[in-house]
């Protein structure tokens, strides 16, 4: 059974991230876009490799583009970290993996092939877990995954364009990556 987040709540923000209000996913994506708040998680894990995305074929933006571990849209009122924790589970299978936001990532992006708008105040999450990590991924959200060494990927994007990407990812990452708190050693 595919489920359709597209009537599900988001909260609208400023481009300071304070609330102006709600609106529903397929609203806030409808051209020209409304900004609201949304996250991205990037789980790395002790070899400095990230873990990737391939969006499915169903998804209304970007669909079948490699993106970060996990990604979606807290509810009007919920905690970030609360929304990011139940998305990876939801879409990955994982949980158990604290998340640190390390800080947002401002940016709209409009996807040819859809004729949607991302315009989001992107709260970036990081989680460290173990190259042993397992998931199980759920099909009507992701299409594949697979690691991906941090320096090759950001050297590949940097270079541009890269159509095989969602165009947040550079942008996540370099948030991601320079406020990104040192993994902790057991």
């Known amino acids: 059974m595919i489920v359709t987040r597209e009537l599900d709540l988001v909260e609208l923000v400023t481009p300071t991230g304070e609330s102006s209000g709600s609106a529903t996913v397929a609203e806030a994506h409808t051209a020209p876009g409304q900004l609201h708040r949304a996250f991205s998680v990037l789980l790395i894990d002790q070899l400095g490799r990230i873990l990737l995305q391939q969006r499915a074929a169903t998804k209304t933006r970007f669909p079948l583009r490699w993106a970060n571990s996990c990604c979606g849209h807290p509810s009007p009122g919920e905690v970030v970290t609360a929304a990011a924790t139940r998305r990876l589970a939801e879409e990955l299978g994982v949980s158990g993996v604290p998340l640190t936001e390390v800080g947002v990532?401002?940016?709209r992006a409009a996807d040819p092939a859809t004729d949607r708008v991302e315009h989001e105040y992107d709260h970036?999450?990081?989680?460290?877990?173990?190259?042993?990590?397992?998931?199980?991924?759920?099909?009507?959200?992701?299409?594949?995954?697979?690691?991906?060494?941090?320096?090759?990927?950001?050297?590949?994007?940097?270079?541009?364009p890269v159509d095989q990407y969602a165009p947040w990812l550079l942008g996540v990452l370099e948030v991601g990556l320079a406020g990104a708190p040192p993994e902790r050693g057991p």
Not at 137 to 154: G, I, S
């Open 105 to 107: 990532y401002l940016y």
């Open 124 to 160: 970036v999450l990081i989680g460290h877990t173990t190259a042993d990590l397992s998931w199980e991924t759920d099909p009507n959200e992701v299409a594949d995954t697979r690691w991906a060494h941090t320096d090759d990927l950001l050297a590949e994007l940097r270079q541009g």
